[in-house]
């Protein structure tokens, strides 16, 4: 949770701050040349639409898709960890840590190499983008991160409910789905929220597999505008804002619900 509390302590005015940065901190540096700031910052408004419409949306897309795939790899991963069958756990556990332990940007190199450009069903070439490989990238992680959360929140629960439930003659099953899990899910919102708040502000690894999201398309819009140095603090600038106000309120909502759900002693 410390992302999440890290990003709701910050003051409600920082996006104000840091865009008041974007705007002075080149002025005199923009204005020794014949490209000045005020250029920089007309060649960033002119380039936003694009921005945020086919760069900033695409990363939303692509945490959509990573959070959803990670957690439903990860549910099933995470209660994996808690069979009773050695085997089942041992593998559970391993491939968590495995992949809860790998740098996120290797793990992404390894999935754009590994998976093929193309695949054929009943003679049908489907294609396989680089956006579809960056979402199994950034799933990986989110999965054995999810499935901790979900390990953790069930040995969470007190040990009499699991005797109560035994004492009634409940399966292992029944009592699973029927008493532990529906206590877990309100524990798990606020870590699951956190982590997709991580995952949105490690979107911008896809860039660097030619991924076209907001970085990419900035880069490409800096070059459009004959890539002059003073466009760099103006869009990278930009690009760090509006990180910020997607996942500030993220993150105020998340500390919201932890303080709500929390466990009264």
Same mark, same amino acid.
């Given at each position: 949770?410390?992302?999440?509390?890290?990003?709701a302590?910050?003051p409600?005015?920082?996006?104000?701050?840091?865009l008041?940065?974007?705007?002075a901190?080149?002025?005199? =540096? =923009?204005?020794?040349?014949?490209?000045?700031?005020?250029d920089?910052?007309g060649?960033?408004?002119?380039?936003?639409p694009?921005l945020l419409t086919k760069?900033f949306?695409?990363n939303?897309?692509?945490?959509?898709?990573?959070m959803? &795939?990670?957690?439903?790899a990860?549910?099933c991963?995470?209660l994996?960890? %808690?069979?009773?069958?050695?085997a089942?756990?041992?593998?559970?556990?391993?491939?968590t840590q495995?992949?809860r332990?790998?740098?996120w940007?290797?793990?992404?190199?390894i999935?754009?190499?590994a998976l093929?450009?193309? %695949?054929?069903?009943?003679g049908?070439i489907?294609?396989?983008?680089d956006w579809? !490989?960056a979402?199994?990238?950034l799933a990986l992680p989110?999965?054995?991160n999810?499935?901790?959360v979900v390990?953790?929140a069930? +040995?969470s629960?007190p040990?009499?409910?699991?005797?109560a439930s035994?004492a009634? =003659?409940?399966?292992?099953? +029944?009592t699973?789905? +029927?008493i &532990?899990?529906?206590?877990?899910f !309100?524990?798990? &919102?606020?870590p699951w929220?956190?982590?997709?708040? &991580?995952?949105t502000?490690?979107?911008p690894?896809?860039s660097l597999?030619?991924?076209?999201?907001?970085?990419?398309?900035?880069r490409?819009?800096?070059e459009?505008s004959?890539?002059?140095p003073?466009l760099?603090v103006?869009f990278y600038?930009? =690009?760090?804002?509006?990180?910020f106000?997607?996942?500030?309120?993220?993150?105020?909502?998340?500390i919201?619900l932890?303080r !709500?759900?929390?466990?009264?002693?």
């Open positions: 949770m410390m992302v999440s509390r890290w990003i302590g910050l409600w005015w920082t996006p104000v701050a840091i008041a940065l974007i705007f901190w080149p002025l005199t =540096a =923009a204005a020794q040349g014949k490209f000045t700031y005020t920089a910052m060649e960033l408004f002119r380039w936003m694009f760069g949306l695409f939303v897309i692509i945490s959509f898709f990573a959803g &795939i990670g957690t439903m990860g549910a991963l995470g994996a960890q %808690i069979s009773q069958n050695p089942t756990r041992n593998l559970a556990k391993f491939a495995a992949f332990n790998s740098p940007l290797v793990l992404l190199y999935v754009l190499l093929p450009f193309e %695949i054929v069903i009943f049908i489907v294609p396989v983008p579809m !490989k979402v199994i990238g989110i999965m054995a999810v499935s901790e390990r953790g069930v +040995q629960v040990t009499a409910q699991w005797e035994e009634l =003659a409940f399966s292992r099953m +029944q699973l789905w +029927q &532990i899990l529906p206590q877990c !309100k524990r798990m &919102i606020p929220m956190n982590w997709y708040a &991580i995952l502000m490690a979107t690894l896809c597999l030619g991924v076209e999201e907001l970085i990419t398309l900035s490409q819009a800096m459009g004959d890539n002059h003073e760099l103006p600038g930009f =690009a760090m804002l509006i990180f106000a997607y996942c500030y309120p993220i993150a105020r909502w998340t919201s932890e !709500k759900y929390a466990v009264k002693l």
